[in-house]
């Protein structure tokens, strides 16, 4: 029995379509000292992962940012924390070098979705004050923000998109892109 995985420990879990988004960003801002798009783009990221690969979060998958360690495109991952769960302390998300707002999530079966956030997107976030900028990432639609490509193991047929599908998996899972948004900051 691994540290972590002791009997008796009482884990938390996300559910990702019933989350209070804007309590999400309120704690994933006292984390990481402000609010910015890129907190909050990685908290969306976060919880998109776990809706895509059916995962409660926190343990049981893992994370690998590759934004490195520059502000702002790092911030992304203190949001990835807080939305998955997955943190340096339990050893389930790791940084590396590369500068760029994408991050890979593998469960424990080994089914892994790998998601981009839009250069568009990203443009978006240089426009107005960090505020409103992270407002309209914390309302904008997942497929508007991001694209994703998703290996589903477990005999399910594998789904690889660039985007995300408007009409939910051919499995019968719902859209992630119903996931939901935060009202206002
Ligand atoms: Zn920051």
Redesign the pocket.
């Known amino acids: 029995v691994k540290g972590h995985e002791g009997q008796g420990m009482r884990r938390r879990t996300v559910d990702p379509s019933r989350v209070d988004l804007a309590a999400l960003i309120e704690r994933g801002t006292e984390l990481?000292?402000?609010l910015?798009p890129?907190?909050v783009a990685g908290i969306r990221m976060g919880l998109l992962a776990l809706d895509l690969l059916e995962s409660p979060g926190y343990f049981g998958i893992e994370a690998e940012s590759e934004t490195g360690t520059v502000?702002?495109i790092?911030?992304l991952t203190?949001g990835i924390q807080i939305g998955s769960g997955c943190t340096t302390g339990k050893g389930n998300l790791r940084v590396v070098a590369g500068g760029r707002a994408r991050a890979r999530f593998v469960t424990t079966d080994g089914r892994t979705a790998t998601i981009t956030l839009r250069p568009e997107a990203e443009e978006a976030f240089r426009s107005g004050d960090e505020r409103s900028a992270s407002e309209r990432v914390s309302l904008a639609p997942i497929a508007e923000l991001f694209t994703c490509g998703v290996d589903l193991s477990l005999g399910r047929s594998a789904v690889e998109e660039e985007g995300l599908p408007r009409e939910g998996f051919s499995d019968g899972r719902r859209s992630p892109a119903r996931l939901p948004h935060a009202p206002p900051l």
């Open positions: 990481h000292g402000h910015g890129y907190l502000p702002p790092s911030c203190d």
